[in-house]
């Protein structure tokens, strides 16, 4: 068995730990990260593509954002839609920020990249990770390499980017943690098609039939969602199906969408998610690892990308003076603004899709809750707020 020593063992080459490494090392501060699958499967996995202006910061202050600033996508505001009746929340107008577009997928590349150029020691394909003496000043990490050499890592704090059904939170002890969850009664089915976006900003909908949401990836290149049933799969959608779905619920816009053949589409579930704390000794969640929220919004990588730059401060904090307030002070200050985005991941998830349980009354409520942001500048300001980003 070979050690390996360093500060920071990472487990989970998502984005969370992929910034992580980046951050420590612009410090000066030396990681190791130890991923359970392959570096191609990290690279195609597609997720959300909206960034808020923290996430770009955070990219900046890695010395990732040059391809970011040259191919993102940026926008003035946001459009809402209900039963084909729809307005734009001028977002830039209000907070002085853009909307930013530009994928996850991409993200991820860029970071891969930037660790590779340095050399950073990322272990792929490595899925038995153990964690040990977590409450000790020398945690440890043991796992096994694809050519079947077992390492152990002994390192001084471990970060658990391992995202929803990593190892991390697991280790904790079930004494030590409480889960607090919300499941929906749906799931979002995603289409990614090589046609111009329908509108040059992102369309949430909510209409009779079932939620829909509008985004892109490029100017040739759209991503698309409707609200699925529970329990139904991609078999369950033809792209005609999907088509004929997505364009009903988008009202008069949906006229002039491109439609053409999928060159994906997968089905995944909503759930809001927190494990409290986010930290037990030496061991630090960010990102997934801690916490989940639903789609809407596109919040689950901004809320990452908060944690990985509050959790690298606090590290390059308490290294520098040996203070152990920094790290302590880690899981209270993620957790108050992972709750309130947490809550407006919620909030904009409830007013904007069809419930089966939902009477008429939450049906009228949905409805005031829009007609209300429509007229008031109070309403506006408060999502413009939130979908740009909170202040961390
Ligand atoms: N050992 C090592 N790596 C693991 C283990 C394990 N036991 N379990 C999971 N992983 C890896 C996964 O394979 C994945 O590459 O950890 C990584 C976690 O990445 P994500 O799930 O992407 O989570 P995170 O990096 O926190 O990213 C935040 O933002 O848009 C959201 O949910 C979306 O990915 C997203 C996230
Ligand atoms: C996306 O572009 O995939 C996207 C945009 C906004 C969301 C979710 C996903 O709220």
Same mark, same amino acid.
């Given at each position: ?31 190791? +990260?130890? =991923? ?8 195609? @996995?597609? &997720? ?40 734009? +929340? ?15 997928? /991409? ?16 272990? %792929?394909?490595?899925? #038995? ?19 079947? =050499? ?21 280790? +904790? ?14 799931? %979002? ?53 999907? %088509?004929?779905?997505?364009?009903? @619920? ?7 969408? &491109? ?5 994906? !589409? ?12 986010? &930290? ?7 990102? #997934? ?28 904090? %308490? ?13 209270? /200050? ?16 409830? !007013? ?9 009354? /939450? ?30």
């Amino acid at each position: 068995m070979e050690t390996l020593k360093t500060t920071v063992a990472i487990i989970g080459a998502g984005p969370s730990g992929l910034l992580l490494s980046q951050l420590l090392h612009q410090a000066g501060i030396d990681s190791l +990260i130890v =991923e359970r699958t392959s570096r191609a499967r990290v690279l195609e @996995r597609i &997720r959300a593509g909206v960034l808020e202006r923290g996430t770009v910061e955070g990219m900046e202050e890695a010395g990732c954002a040059a391809r970011l600033h040259a191919e993102c996508i940026p926008h003035d505001g946001v459009i809402l839609s209900f039963d084909g009746e729809q307005f734009e +929340i001028p977002v830039r107008e209000i907070t002085g920020y853009h909307v930013i577009v530009y994928g996850q997928t /991409e993200i991820t590349k860029d970071l891969i990249e930037a660790c590779e150029a340095r050399g950073q020691a990322i272990y %792929w394909e490595c899925p #038995d990770a153990v964690l040990a003496d977590l409450e000790t000043a020398v945690p440890k990490v043991q796992f096994t390499t694809p050519e079947g =050499e077992t390492h152990r890592i002994e390192a001084e704090i471990v970060a658990g980017c391992d995202g929803f059904h990593g190892v991390c939170r697991q280790s +904790i002890p079930e004494a030590r943690r409480r889960a607090f969850e919300r499941t929906y009664p749906f799931g %979002w089915l995603g289409v990614l098609v090589d046609e111009p976006p329908v509108a040059h900003n992102v369309i949430y909908a909510n209409h009779e039939d079932g939620f829909a949401l509008a985004s892109m990836r490029s100017e040739t290149r759209s991503r698309y969602y409707v609200q699925s049933a529970p329990g139904e799969t991609v078999e369950d959608w033809s792209s005609d199906r999907f %088509w004929e779905a997505f364009t009903r @619920r988008l009202g008069a816009l949906g006229q002039q969408v &491109r439609t053409g053949e999928p060159i994906e !589409m997968s089905i995944a579930p909503l759930r809001s998610f927190v494990s409290e704390p986010m &930290r037990f000794g030496r061991l630090f969640l960010a990102g #997934d690892s801690a916490h989940i929220v639903p789609p809407t919004g596109a919040k689950g990588l901004n809320l990452a990308f908060a944690d990985v730059r509050r959790l690298s401060r606090a590290i390059i904090t %308490w290294k520098d003076g040996g203070q152990d307030a920094a790290l302590e002070a880690y899981s209270v /200050e993620a957790l108050a603004r992972v709750w309130k985005i947490e809550r407006f991941s919620w909030y904009l998830t409830s !007013m904007m899709h069809q419930f089966p349980e939902h009477s008429g009354f /939450e049906k009228r409520m949905q409805r005031a809750e829009f007609d209300y942001i429509r007229s008031s500048e109070a309403g506006q300001k408060t999502i413009a707020e939130n979908y740009v980003g909170l202040q961390f």
